[in-house]
C-alpha cells in the first residue's frame, strides 16, 4: 500500500464539533466583540494581499470567517448534518485532513481564478467550498440516504448533490456578480472527487450510482 493512501487508525472525538466551535468563536469575535474588520482584513483570502504581502494562511483561514448570521447558519447547519455522518464513516482524522485539503485548494482555486480574470481585491470568505465537499462525501458514502429538502421534498444523496452541482455550475456562469463565490463551491466538489480517487482509491461515480 503506498503512503498517499495509508489510513489512518479510526477514532471517532466529534471533529465537526470542533470546526462549528471555532467558526462560532470568530464569528463571535467579528460581530459582538467589534472585531469585524480586522479580521475580515487578515483572515479572509483577499487574491491582491496574497502575492503583495504573502498572506499565503487566508488559503485556510478563509473557511473561517463569515459574512453574516445566515452566512454561517446555513454553512453550520450543513455541516453539522452532513459532516457527523461523513466523520463517524471515515474516521476524525481521515475527516479532518479530507475537510483542510478540499478547503484549502478549493481556496487556492479561486485565488488563481480571481487574480488572472482582473478581481485581485475580491474577498473570499466562508467555509462553502469545504462544506460542498463533505455534502459530495456524503452522497458517495451514503448513495442510498434519502434527503428530504426543506423538509418536504425527498430526494436521493446522489440527486441532491448533481442538482446543487448543476446549480452552481448554471450560477458561475450566468450570476458572476451575485456575491456569491460559486466557482469555490465548484472547486470544493472537484477536489472532493479527486480526494476519493486518490487518497481513498475510490470511484465516486460507481458510488453515486448504487441502488
Do not use: C, D
Amino acid at each position: 500500500m503506498s503512503t498517499l493512501r495509508q489510513p489512518f487508525r479510526y477514532q471517532y472525538n466529534g471533529t465537526v464539533f470542533w470546526i462549528i466551535g471555532i467558526n462560532i468563536f470568530i464569528f463571535a469575535l467579528m460581530y459582538f466583540l467589534g472585531f469585524r474588520r480586522e479580521l475580515t482584513y487578515y483572515l479572509s483570502m483577499i487574491p491582491e494581499l496574497v502575492v503583495t504581502k504573502g498572506w499565503i494562511w487566508s488559503f485556510v483561514t478563509y473557511m473561517f470567517v463569515h459574512g453574516g448570521t445566515s452566512h454561517i447558519l446555513f454553512n453550520m447547519l450543513a455541516l453539522f448534518i452532513f459532516g457527523t455522518h461523513v466523520e463517524r464513516y471515515m474516521g476524525s482524522k481521515e475527516f479532518l485532513l479530507f475537510y483542510f485539503v478540499t478547503g484549502t485548494l478549493a481556496g487556492i482555486f479561486s485565488f488563481v481564478v480571481y487574480y488572472f480574470t482582473g478581481s485581485p481585491r475580491v474577498i473570499l470568505m466562508g467555509a462553502s467550498g469545504a462544506i460542498f465537499a463533505v455534502e459530495l462525501a456524503y452522497a458517495v458514502l451514503y448513495p442510498t440516504s434519502i434527503i428530504h429538502i426543506w423538509g418536504i421534498l425527498p430526494l436521493r444523496a446522489p440527486v441532491m448533490v448533481l442538482g446543487f452541482t448543476a446549480i452552481e455550475l448554471f450560477s458561475s456562469i450566468f450570476a458572476r456578480n451575485s456575491g456569491v463565490a460559486h466557482l469555490t463551491h465548484l472547486a470544493g466538489f472537484g477536489f472532493a472527487w479527486l480526494y476519493f480517487v486518490i487518497r481513498l482509491g475510490m470511484n465516486p461515480w460507481h458510488r453515486l450510482r448504487m441502488k
